[in-house]
């Protein structure tokens, strides 16, 4: 039986590589990376519709502790210190001059972007990324076999002050699939050593794939 397998699997991962070059991947657009000071905040979750700068609350929400959202952190920042950004501002100080615009306005109802924009003012930087999570179910499994597959869905907004507006956004919204559920997407399978990868290792896809479309 054990034979059987390896013999099954080997073949299975050569219909996969039959694949690879055919595979679909959803067209992105680079865009020019920012020039002046980037600064970096931290992962949040929306917990209404005003945290939202764009996209929506799933039905069943699932609470992520500050350990999940650290990690992401962490995530974000392998990510950019991958790219071209040679440098940028950290979220601790970023999370200190929310605290700050949140102090201030304390008791009034502010739409998402407004705040946003008066945070990187007070850090007096060009860009601020923002980065979201609104939704991280964990593999529950392993890396052969799965009830059910790791799931995310995160945007990452980069703000000029200087237009005051959202200059890009990325979002990434995905559930790992089989490669007999999605055969298109075969390269993924193959990249990913043909093994069901956990909720933080695809955030960190999707976060790799947004540094570098907005090219940073």
């Given at each position: 039986m054990t034979y059987?397998?390896?013999v099954a699997t080997a073949a299975?991962?050569?219909?996969?590589?039959?694949?690879v070059l055919a595979s679909c991947q959803?067209?992105?657009?680079?865009?020019?990376g920012p020039a002046g000071t980037l600064a970096v905040a931290g992962f949040f979750q929306p917990e209404?519709?005003?945290d939202l700068m764009a996209g929506y609350l799933p039905e069943n929400p699932i609470h992520m502790d500050r350990k999940v959202l650290n990690e992401l952190d962490a995530g974000l920042s392998a990510a950019l210190a991958k790219g071209e950004s040679?440098?940028?501002?950290?979220?601790?100080?970023?999370?200190h001059c929310r605290t700050l615009v949140l102090e201030r306005s304390k008791g009034k109802v502010v739409a998402a972007f407004a705040h946003w924009l008066e945070v990187a003012k007070c850090v007096e930087a060009d860009w601020l990324l923002v980065p979201q999570v609104t939704y991280l179910r964990e593999r529950e499994g392993s890396e052969v076999s799965v009830q059910n597959a790791a799931s995310v869905t995160l945007d990452l907004f980069l703000?000029?002050?200087?237009?005051?507006?959202?200059?890009a956004r990325y979002h990434f919204e995905e559930t790992q699939l089989s490669l007999t559920e999605n055969i298109l997407d075969a390269g993924k399978f193959v990249r990913r050593g043909g093994k069901w990868i956990t909720a933080l290792e695809l955030?960190?896809?999707?976060m790799e794939r947004g540094v570098k479309e907005f090219g940073l």
């Open positions: 059987l397998r390896r299975l991962l050569a219909v996969c590589a039959m694949f959803r067209p992105h657009t680079v865009i020019e209404s519709n005003r040679k440098a940028w501002i950290r979220p601790a100080k970023v999370d703000i000029s002050v200087a237009d005051e507006s959202i200059a955030a960190r896809e999707g």
